[in-house]
């Protein structure tokens, strides 16, 4: 049984992206109306808004949080050409006992000519650190020397991949490697009809103290929308998951014995054509083993693996009529204007959606 | 066979997606719950905001929490209860001394499960709450097939002959009859007057034939004497069959090929009597002797009073193959079915039960998969089957230097499942233990997202981790709470965090945040924490400076001043101090300057005191610039000064 709740995101225009703090307890969104809105579960269970600010002068195209070991710390990009950096601040407790929350500019980030498309944190382990793509071909990474003290962030290194970039992932930490490199995959959408890849893998060297693009997945040919490494959860390998014309899930395995060139062998691990048109976004669970694709076709596909094969084991579908109160399969009650819940179905068969 | 539906479609209604543009992205949240919200993709480089009309759209963002029957407060203690008696049997396995007694064990899930159910039973006295009908039907299918493995495959039965066993199982579970049977011999009214038993009764005759299909012939025989006809010839001679049937017995020390001859003879007597039509007058014992007679035309008759399969293929094989060896039972089993069955649409129960009298265990552990209870009874059962030795390990698994081992897959996902809910987590810790090294990835990331927002779970998980040396987990943890703490300029709170976690690097942070309010404000929060802070000291420097300055401060409070001044000297000495701290420790110099003009240095310590001043003047200059504030100045001059009088007190 599965039981929705529905939220009323009060955006004026599109939402660009829901993220969610490492423990799925706080809620960051973004929309074309500039604004950037936080909301934080309650122990009910029910989500509030405490926080909601004009953050950029553009469509917010991402927002990402930093591991919560740096703090309460969000990252956004937008078509204005920048990247911001927000930490929550609190200040004094009001009448009721309440402490005021609000978000503070932290650092802007400026070094894009053109709209930034997507930001993302490093895994913790590599400090506080920031990764940027932007619609003319450039990986910057940003680095908070000091993590104690956000309003530095000088631009650490810049990577030309020319060509529109559209989405960045770092690597997880594998199990057996005892320190892998830093990695990145960006994506890049340009749909100028060119057979060039549009997947690129930059890696930091060690020796050179530079970040540079190491390899071209000449197999990725159509834009690229949304990308996304597993969660490692001891795995010897990566897996990365591709939003393009399909879904694509590639293997990167460590090739131990190798001095020169790119350090990975590449294999296709899945790849699906059910969405029959775009997929636009892909996100793995957890542990890695769901991941949910969201289509063209406006369905969400869950995929889980069982010992290298993938299959779908749950489809998500929209529909724009509410149900009626009455009806046998769903119930709903209406709390207040912002929130709903509702019940959708009630049969446990062998067959219900089992996504975990 | 049945379609197997690969997936569920969901289908969520919301006003959101009312404009079929506006396509629906999915990302996850937390540990298992998927986010749904409304977008519509475009072409970036064109989506300059423009202030258009008021936009009235409505735009929900749509959260899926996953609810499943194991999370009910209902079934929770079958969660619970299983957990520790699943940790008590790897225990038991473990243990070399110990045979594992797997039929124990079966028989102690089992009870758990009926356990469960009565609780369920009593709670929902009235049937009228549809979840949990559902729930219990639930339970009970899964507790009619365990039970049915467990005969089959656990107990072990010389010469295979598996009827008893069988007739065990159903008698368990098809009690109707029995407990007709009861009410109606109990019922002493109907002997007292001279009322029907067969009219008071209307299932009278429903209860008799279902007991003969269970082969409970002491049940059908003490039903007969209460009928009203009971004196007349046929009842007498019905009950005197009965009587007579010859039951095997393992133990009976009766050979097979002697039973089955004296059960034959007993049949064909009874099929004597029968022919002779003794009881043609009465329809009902006539039908009853043909089914114990195994005529081959009452298929139908015992078909109607069968309510499953389960029960058509046990009674017919207690009157046709009474010694019936388990290798034989598919063949039966199948023909059962499709007798039973007037379409050739199986259910999942029948599947699994089909595969089990197959003994195609492996089939069935697959099956029992995808049992809408979440995994409970796949890992449980799986566990215990691996266990003792009734599956292979190796089964269906290509990418063997993983995972070796089905069994642990299973545990896996059980136990991730149950770490993703709020209170069962602890049992999940279980399973994952159990799971070699991928289990402790597992834990160590699963446990470090589990919610920290009550002290009382924090302590839980921190307990949880150090026992598993899970030292990431712990240090991790510790960190956001301390962080945390510091958002809410609790200083304290997060200094005893970092001494929690043993993160002198933050505590180097705090340490600063410390000595910076003193400097401004003349005197540190918290001493409280300050007095007592252990181990840090030794691990963090800038609390091994503030552990000694705060003994100093304390020295000069309780006018030890001779000893204060070594330790003064030791501390400019080792140059531990931060630099954004040296000129007030310089500062204090002036302590040491009393009325009685006592002499604390001695001129080299004096010549110490001089060149740190300097150093520090130099590097202040170089952080600052040159441009010194008053309020600094006058402090230097103020130390000079005072260094002038300590060397003039030195030289007398």
Redo the contacts between chains.
Sequence with gaps: ????????????????D?A?D????R?A?CS???FVKVWDQD?QGT?NLSASWKAHC??V?KVTWAH?????ILATCS?DRTAAIWE???GESTEGGT?LRHWVRRANLVDSRT?V?DVKFGP?SFGLILATCS?DGVMRIYEAPDS?NLAQWPLQHEVSLKTPSSCLTWNPLL?TFRMPNAMIAVGSDDNSNTTNSKLFICEYNEVSRKWAKTESIASVTHPVHDMIFA????R?FYLLAIATNNIRILKLKPITDTTTGFPYTVETAAEFNDHLC?V??V?????GTVL?????D???R?WKAT??TW?????????????QPQSKS?QSTTQNNLT?F?K????????????? | MKKTLIYETLTIPDPSFNDDQVKMIGTWHGMNNICAFPTKISRKTTSKTSVKNVDNTERNIILLKHKSMLFDPKVRQLVNESSSLFQELQINVEDQNKSTDALYYSRKYRAILSTCIIAIERHNKDKLDEIYNQYELLLRNLELIWHLCEVLYLVTVPGDTILNNLLDWIKIHYEKAENQASMIIDDKTAYFTDECVEDKFPFYWDTIFGLVLQGNTDLVRALLFNHSQSKTEPFIQAMKIFKSMPTYSIYGGLPIAEYTSRFKGWQSNAKNKLECGIFLNDPNLQDLMKIICGEPDCTNLIRKHCSTWFEYLVAQLIYTDPTVKKHNLSLYAHRSVTNYYKESEYNHMDTLALDLFDGDLEAFVKKLKSYPDSGWSSTHLTNLLHLCDKIEPEFGISDATKNSNPNEQYLLDYGTFLMTHHSLWQAGITYLDNCSDVGKEYLSVLLSKLGITSHLRTTKILHYATSRRLHNVVSSICKVKGMLSLQKSRLGEALFWAIRGQDSAFATRLGDIFLKEFVSSGQFSCPDILENLGSIVLTCDRFMFIGKYLEFMKLVKQSKLSEASSLYIDLLRSNICPKYFRLRLLLDVLMFIDDTNECYFKTSEVALVTMRLDDAIVEYEEINGECTDECLSDQICNIRRGIVKLLSISFR
């Design positions: 049984m599965v039981e929705a709740h529905s939220i009323n995101a009060e955006h004026k225009d599109l939402i660009h829901v969610f490492y423990y799925g307890e809620m969104t074309t109306d500039q122990e989500w553009g469509s195209w919560p070991e740096f703090g309460q078509f929550e601040i609190m402490l709209s498309t913790k619609a104690m199990s969660p490692n959860m001891g010897s775009t636009w976004r996100a793995w669970n957890i542990t949910a694709s969201s289509g063209d406006g369905c969400v869950l010992i290298d299959k779908c084991v749950g489809v998500l579908k929209r529909d724009g009529k509410l149900p769903s709903r509702f959708l179905g009630q049969i446990t068969h062998p067959s219900e959606v089992h996504w975990h």
